[in-house]
């Protein structure tokens, strides 16, 4: 069964740089085509993918948000975290983290979310 | 990058009757070389996350009841609920898999009539 779980601040000011912390079960980062995606939502708004990395510790980023982001993951924890520099307002939103499922080369599909956590920026 | 484009935003059906989601890209999703759609559906209710509903455009996930089922090639999709439920009030979401960066429609929010 695979669960994944986000923790960090929820609360952070503008500028400051906000880390998020994803916690998984029921996979290892360490097994071929694993890997995780982070998400978000604004409130009320519509969701927007921001990063992912794999068992082979390729990552990939969102253009738009490209300079700001890191993704890193310490597999032998079960986790993946995510930095994001330069907080801002529109920044707030719920994160998610979730899981890949290797459907072959080339493709990420996310199958399994976490709850999500609400981050908010604001001075 | 890949735009999905929903319609409508929102769509208020009867009990038992059908709900169609519509979701167009501006790029062709459809892989040649395996002749796969990269398409997923997912359904949002309040204060949870995306479920995946459907993916390859048409496969249905492990569990999902299947009046839930998807269609569609290239740049032309859609959700339809074959007969709806109360419990299938959401938000659902396209998303398309096929090139970075991974991109969602704006969703449409499906309501009882």
């Known amino acids: 069964q695979i669960t994944l779980k986000e923790s960090g601040r929820t609360l952070v000011k503008p500028t400051q740089t906000l880390t998020l912390t994803c916690t998984f079960s029921?996979?290892?980062?360490?097994?071929?085509?694993?890997?995780v995606g982070w998400i978000r939502q604004p409130p009320g708004k519509a969701l927007e993918w921001l990063a992912a990395i794999y068992w082979n510790n390729n990552t990939a980023y969102s253009p738009s948000l490209q300079s700001r982001l890191s993704i890193t993951k310490e597999a032998s924890k079960n986790q993946v975290l995510l930095t994001m520099t330069n907080m801002d307002p529109v920044d707030t939103a719920t994160y998610y983290c979730?899981?890949?499922?290797?459907?072959?080369?080339?493709?990420?599909?996310?199958?399994?979310w976490g709850q999500g956590t609400l981050v908010t920026v604001s001075s | 990058d890949i735009v999905l484009t929903q319609s409508p935003d929102s769509l208020a059906v009867s009990l038992g009757e059908r709900a169609t989601i519509s979701c167009k890209s501006n790029q062709n999703v459809l892989s040649i070389s395996n002749n796969y759609n990269y398409l997923a559906w997912f359904q949002q209710k309040p204060g949870q996350p995306p479920k995946l509903l459907i993916y390859w455009a048409s496969t249905r996930e492990s569990g999902v009841p299947d009046r839930f089922s998807g269609s569609g090639s290239g740049t032309d999709f859609t959700l339809t609920i074959g007969s709806l439920q109360a419990e299938d009030v959401a938000l659902y979401y396209c998303q398309q898999y096929y090139t970075f960066p991974l991109t969602f429609g704006g969703g449409t929010k499906l309501e009882i009539k």
């Open positions: 979730a899981h890949r499922r290797h459907l072959g080369e080339g493709t990420t599909l996310l199958d399994y």
């Open positions: 029921g996979f290892s980062l360490n097994t071929n085509g694993e890997g």
